[in-house]
C-alpha cells in the first residue's frame, strides 16, 4: 500500500505541496498567514475556505497519494488540529 500524505494547495494559483501529517500543515498555514485567529474555516469537499480564500479559489486539503491522487477527505479528529490553530496565538501554539 502507498503512503498517505496531506496535500495542500492555497488558493486556485498555488501549487501543490504535502505535509507528513496534518499538525505540519497546519504550521505551515500560520507561518504563510492563512489562519486568523478566532475565524474558523468553512469546511468543503477536498479542503476549505477562509477570508479571501472561497469559491474555486478555495484552500485544498486532502489525504493523498505520493502522486497527489486523492484518496480522502480529513476526518473529524483532523479539522479539529486545524480549527484549534484558528483559536490560538503563534505562541501558545509552538509551546504546545
Known amino acids: 500500500m502507498r503512503e498517505e ?3 495542500v494547495r492555497i488558493g486556485d494559483m498555488g501549487s501543490y505541496g504535502w505535509f507528513h501529517d496534518v499538525l505540519e500543515a497546519a504550521y505551515y498555514f500560520e507561518e504563510v498567514e492563512v489562519f486568523h485567529e478566532g475565524v474558523v474555516p468553512r469546511w468543503r469537499n477536498g479542503g476549505f475556505e477562509i477570508f479571501q480564500y472561497t469559491g474555486e479559489n478555495y484552500v485544498s486539503m486532502y489525504w493523498g497519494d505520493d502522486d497527489a491522487n ?3 477527505d480529513l ?3 483532523d479539522r479539529e488540529v486545524i480549527e484549534d490553530f484558528c483559536y490560538e496565538t503563534p505562541t501558545i501554539a ?3
Do not use: G
Request: aromatic letters at 24%; charged letters at 25%; a positive charge.
Open 75 to 77: 476526518n473529524a479528529e
Open 94 to 96: 509552538y509551546l504546545i
Open 5 to 7: 500524505r496531506i496535500w
Open 70 to 72: 486523492f484518496i480522502r
